[in-house]
Nanobody, 124 residues
Framework: QVPLVESGGGLVQAGGSLRLSCAAS????????MGWFRQAPGKEREFVAT????????YYADSVKGRFTISRGASKNTMYLQMNSLKPEDTAVYYC?????????????????WGQGTQVTVSS
């Protein structure tokens, strides 16, 4: 497992933007496929986006496609989620996840390492 720390959450008005970061202290993430999940109050955790080890492949949930972008940072231990055109229904705790697999994982069970989460609140 790799220790992951999310940051960048906060309160934003509908239509605004936030960029979440996920970092692994002292570890490189280039050998890990990465993903973002979210959990809204009273709901199960759901898939948001995933990126391959190389960064060449990505996949998004339909609910965020065209608004969110997952990417890897120039430093080899950071991953981002750029969130634009935010909606109140995007309000949730956002988690980053990682696993050393050579494919594009999208299921929660595909990931072995998880961060503690960062709160995103979108006001209407």
């Amino acid at each position: 497992q790799v220790p992951l720390v999310e940051s960048g959450g906060g309160l934003v008005q509908a239509g605004g933007s936030l960029r979440l970061s996920c970092a692994a202290s002292g570890r490189t993430l280039i050998t890990y496929a990465m993903g973002w999940f979210r959990q809204a109050p009273g709901k199960e955790r759901e898939f948001v986006a995933t990126i391959s080890r190389s960064g060449g492949s990505t996949y998004y949930a339909d609910s965020v496609k065209g608004r969110f972008t997952i990417s890897r940072g120039a430093s080899k231990n950071t991953m981002y989620l750029q969130m634009n055109s935010l909606k109140p229904e995007d309000t949730a705790v956002y988690y980053c996840a990682a696993d050393p697999v050579n494919y594009l994982p999208i299921e929660e069970g595909d990931f072995g390492s998880w961060g503690q989460g960062t709160q995103v609140t979108v006001s209407s």
